[in-house]
């Protein structure tokens, strides 16, 4: 019992944070126009200055691990094809079925992923998802794409330039590929390069968890509630239980797993909800997804965990 309330120590501010940002939203303290901006700053400058920071002083060539980085494309891959399978039988219109897809297999991992890891296992424990999030997050991007034009548009409609384009000028993998050269040859940072760029990483995890909370909304919850629970299913249950366990008889142990438990786990990205009012997909359904993982979330990522270190797999 005392280890369950260490880690839901840990875990839940990281939620309490997401959910004072959608009472200060429901207050009027802050609007729309604040959470655009701030999730535009922390995705462009505070998050990729973290992730450079973290990584810059950690040696890279320590903690790269090329298995884990196959695992956890090979288990993203069959997410989606899962997600794909199962939306075919819950959803109504192509629109709902692309939302449906992205939004049962996005992980938001590069911001509630990285608050919960460092929240509970310490700063310290950031270098290793680092090094995933450069081959991830430009892998979740090609998988969206698809997910949001195949089921509307159809295979003619993908944009292969356009869509490489913006996953190479995405500031989170340009900030990994930035820090690699420092990190292998060892280059030292002046302090006040370094103390200028800690002042802007603190600030990342709680702007951002702020303005998930202001994204989102109750409106519309009853509207599409049995597909958009089923979504959350799929990517806060069914998927992180059967490749967490995989991930064990595969042998990852330690922060390996608790990287690839976490991936697996986190709630649907917000970005999905941005994504799917852009490309023409079921918007409504795509938010009630985020918002259903996001408040589910911290039950089973508390579980998880509590399971994952109560038998010592990490």
Not at 165 to 186: G, Y
């Amino acid at each position: 019992m005392e280890q369950f309330l260490s880690i839901s120590e840990g875990v839940i501010p990281v939620f309490f944070i997401v959910l004072l940002g959608l009472i200060l939203k429901r207050a009027g303290i802050i609007d729309d126009r604040f959470v655009k901006v701030s999730s535009k700053l922390v995705f462009v400058v505070s998050l990729p200055v973290f992730i450079f920071v973290e990584l810059v002083k950690t040696k890279i060539s320590e903690h790269f691990n090329l298995e884990l980085i196959l695992f956890a494309v090979a288990a993203t891959t069959l997410s989606f094809v899962l997600s794909w399978i199962v939306a075919s039988r819950f959803t109504k219109t192509p629109e709902e079925k692309a939302s449906f897809i992205q939004g049962a297999f996005r992980s938001n991992y590069a911001i509630v992923g990285f608050a919960i890891i460092t929240n509970v296992y310490g700063i310290e424990a950031v270098a290793v998802p680092s090094i995933l999030l450069a081959f991830i997050l430009p892998y979740y991007n090609i998988l969206a794409v698809i997910s949001l034009t195949v089921p509307i548009k159809g295979k003619a409609e993908l944009q292969l330039f356009k869509t490489s384009w913006e996953i190479i000028k995405n500031p989170l993998i340009l900030a990994v590929i930035a820090a690699i050269p420092f990190s292998l040859l060892e280059i030292q940072l002046p302090f006040f390069a370094i103390k200028t760029g800690e002042y802007l990483a603190q600030m990342a995890l709680p702007v951002a968890l702020i303005g998930i909370g202001g994204s989102l909304g109750f409106d519309y919850i009853r509207s599409s509630f049995i597909p958009a629970a089923t979504a959350s299913f799929l990517k806060i249950v069914l998927i992180p239980a059967v490749f967490t366990i995989l991930a064990i008889l595969f042998g990852f142990r330690e922060i390996h797993l608790l990287t690839l438990f976490i991936l697996f786990a986190a709630p649907t990205a917000i970005a999905s909800f941005i994504m799917a009012g852009a490309m023409g997909a079921d918007i409504r359904l795509a938010g009630n997804i985020v918002l259903i993982s996001t408040l589910a979330s911290v039950i089973t990522i508390t579980l998880g965990l509590f399971l994952l270190t109560y038998y010592s797999f990490i």
